[in-house]
């Protein structure tokens, strides 16, 4: 009995809180253009439009370009940071990783602000590449904690051998540390890339009107009226959301990678 209430239990927890993704997709579906649901018709129209249409289309590249080089970033700021504080275990070493989780934990808001304060003075503001440095410094912590869960599963054996061998840090760092973290380095790339995909403020503040992403792009065409083609990238999203973190944990040790070092790799 105690098994049924809980399998109940948690069946209508899941329901509840697929319960809003369902009714996006029913809407992005709809025949006509209205947000009705249950969907009145049936209809591919407004998927299509995101690539056909030459604004969404836009406002889909750039925001692809955007989480692509700003995970790029994020990872190349996190990898000699997180190999730094493996390395060196001076107590003031400590001050590296709270500069790299400090962004992700003041509010976005605040963090936006703080951007476009500084680009504005700089005169960089509007600029494409400064949106890419923002959302590359504001997810920095996704990977300097995923790859730093690298560096410590490492066997501190295998680097001695090898500096005992007579290997520089150069050889031991490209051929014992990078092929032993590269799963945590691709899925803090992969972590950085969907979260920039969907975010909107920092983008906002720093490339707004000069750049549409596709969250900006939602929020500009909320002004002239609803259309299925909102609710259409919304299940874009949640699709590649859950095709990257899919892959992660089939592939990769998810177990290991959020965190938990108990179990051993397979």
């Known amino acids: ?56 289309r836009s406002a889909l590249i750039n925001s692809l370009v955007l989480a692509t080089f700003s995970a790029a970033v994020a990872v190349s700021v996190a990898l000699p940071l997180s190999w730094f504080l493996s390395r060196r275990y001076a107590p003031w070493a400590n001050v590296f990783r709270l500069l790299g989780v400090a ?76 092929p032993l973290i590269l799963p945590y380095l691709i899925s803090g790339f992969a972590f950085t890339f969907v979260l920039s995909l969907n975010e909107y403020i920092v983008a906002y503040m720093t490339v707004g009107f000069t750049m549409e992403t596709l969250p900006i792009k939602i929020f500009n065409a909320l002004r002239y009226g609803y259309t299925p083609t909102m609710a259409s990238v919304s299940v874009l999203f949640v699709v590649v959301a859950a095709v990257v973190f899919g892959l992660i944990a089939k592939f990769g040790n998810l177990p290991r990678l959020l965190g938990n070092m108990s179990g051993e790799d397979k």
């Open 1 to 56: 009995m105690n098994r049924v209430l809980t399998f109940i239990f948690f069946a209508a927890v899941v329901f509840f809180l697929l319960l809003p993704v369902i009714v996006v997709v029913g809407v992005s579906f709809n025949e006509k253009q209205s947000l009705s649901f249950p969907p009145v018709g049936f209809s591919w129209e407004w998927y299509l439009e995101i690539f056909t249409d030459s604004e969404w």
């Open 103 to 178: 962004p992700f934990i003041l509010p976005p808001v605040i963090t936006a602000l703080g951007f476009l304060t500084f680009w504005a003075t700089t005169g960089a503001y509007g600029e494409p590449w400064t949106a890419i440095l923002s959302h590359g410094i504001f997810f920095v912590t996704l990977p300097l904690v995923t790859i730093t869960l690298g560096f410590s599963s490492i066997e501190s054996s295998l680097v001695e051998a090898a500096s005992t061998m007579g290997a520089s840090e150069r050889t031991i760092f490209r051929t014992i540390v990078l």
